[in-house]
């Protein structure tokens, strides 16, 4: 790897790393296009680890677009006050259906981060990894002009259920949750991981050196080398977890471990 004390371009540092992960260089490359105010915001965090060395390798590339350069007036104005009146301001449909239309080509999913929308989850995080491209479009003040979501066939994405200031940092939870499950992200052990025995479970404690810490002892059946027990171990701990904490969970994988017989 590219040692810490040799200065490089961050070109070449990319060709290095590409070089070192020929098999995990794919012919085409997942895009994400960002419509923001804001786009200082990205890459942010997804400029690094993971995320970021995946894009170096073209596994996924992000565009941003500044919603801000489809303003027709001299004040650059993308929002107005609501219609019907009301508290806050609504981003325009002219600005946004502009902004859209400068990113988005046929046959793109377009998402609008709206704490309205469906609750991203793991499924669907899985279907936006499966295609080539997503748009995503970020809200802030009280929304945006509901003439865009239907002319466009916008889909509405939330990830969860508390508020933020602004759709940002909700798209950077989902392209986080997406970009991982590209083919060459992840190597295939961790790959292997999500579809293991433990599938539908919180995950069982781990642990590791020193042996004792603070008067903390690392469970005796994890030093024990029996593999099989330890297997075991592992799933109770898991299951007693998911019980406690995720009764939602522990029943989904009581019934699927059920019709699995
Ligand atoms: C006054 C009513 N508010 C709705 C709860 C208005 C409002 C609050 C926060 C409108 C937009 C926002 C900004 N949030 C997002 O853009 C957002 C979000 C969120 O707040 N929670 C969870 N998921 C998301 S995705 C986008």
Redesign the pocket.
């Known amino acids: 790897m590219v040692p810490i004390a040799v200065p490089m371009t961050v070109n070449a540092m990319n060709k290095e790393i590409a070089a070192n992960n020929p098999d995990k260089i794919p012919a085409k490359c997942w895009t994400a296009t960002v419509l923001t105010l804001f786009p200082e915001m990205f890459p942010g965090p997804l400029g690094q680890s993971l995320a970021g060395n995946a894009q170096k390798i073209g596994i996924w590339r992000l565009e941003t677009v500044d919603i801000r350069d489809f303003a027709r007036d001299k004040h650059r104005s993308v929002d107005d006050a609501p219609f019907g009146g009301g ?2 301001m609504v981003m325009r449909a002219d600005v946004l259906g502009a902004a859209v239309d400068h990113a988005a080509t046929s046959g793109d999913r377009i998402i ?6 469906r609750r ?1 989850d793991q499924a669907l995080a899985r279907e936006f990894a499966e295609r080539d491209s997503l748009v995503l479009l ?6 945006i002009d509901q003439r865009v979501l239907e002319g466009r066939g916008i889909e ?16 950077l ?1 989902l392209l986080d949750a997406v970009v991982r499950l590209l083919p060459g992200v992840i190597g295939d052990r961790a790959a292997l991981d999500e579809e293991s025995f433990a599938h539908g479970l919180l995950e069982y404690p781990q642990y590791t050196r020193p042996q004792i810490w603070e008067g903390r002892e690392v469970p005796e059946v994890l030093t024990s080398g029996h593999h099989e027990k330890i297997r075991a171990w592992r799933l109770r701990q898991a299951e007693e977890l998911t019980k406690a904490r995720r009764p939602d969970l522990w029943d989904r994988y009581q019934s699927a471990a059920k019709s699995r017989g």
């Open positions: 508290p806050g609008y981060l709206s704490p309205r929308g991203l970020c809200g802030r003040f009280e929304g509405e994405v939330s990830v969860g259920d508390y508020v933020l200031s602004g759709g940002e940092t909700a798209a939870v």
